[in-house]
């Protein structure tokens, strides 16, 4: 038996990186408060903020793949909770990083860039 967790994904775990998610439940799509940036061509980093709204998918995984899920997101990003606007408390991977640079997704929606 394992333990089941939320995540928020909003980048390459909505299309491209969904096979690292193993056996999953779609909980539905929902936003969260923050902004996001173009980190480069293959992925996005989500900032939380008072301001702005960041659109993703909610779902339910096995808590067990957190740790390669870390892994994979490795020193640029860390796991923070979340609430969404479903009210579901989710995990989110937070970008670390500096965003001076880079070009905000004014959408909030990496699917729309």
Known sequence: Y?????????GVFRD???????DFTYCG???????????????PGYKS????????DVILINSDILP????????????VRVRA???IECWVY????DVATFREIKS??????
């Open 49 to 56: 903020g008072k301001s702005g709204q960041v659109t993703g």
């Open 16 to 22: 491209s990186g969904r096979s690292l998610l193993e």
């Open 85 to 87: 606007s479903n009210d």
């Open 29 to 43: 799509k929902a936003t969260i408060p923050g902004k996001m940036w173009k980190v480069n061509e293959f992925y």
């Open 2 to 10: 394992y333990m089941k967790c939320y995540l928020f994904t909003y």
């Open 108 to 113: 909030g929606d990496w699917l729309l860039r």
């Open 68 to 79: 390669k899920l870390d892994e994979f997101e490795g020193d640029e990003y860390k796991r």
């Open 94 to 97: 937070e970008y670390i990083g």
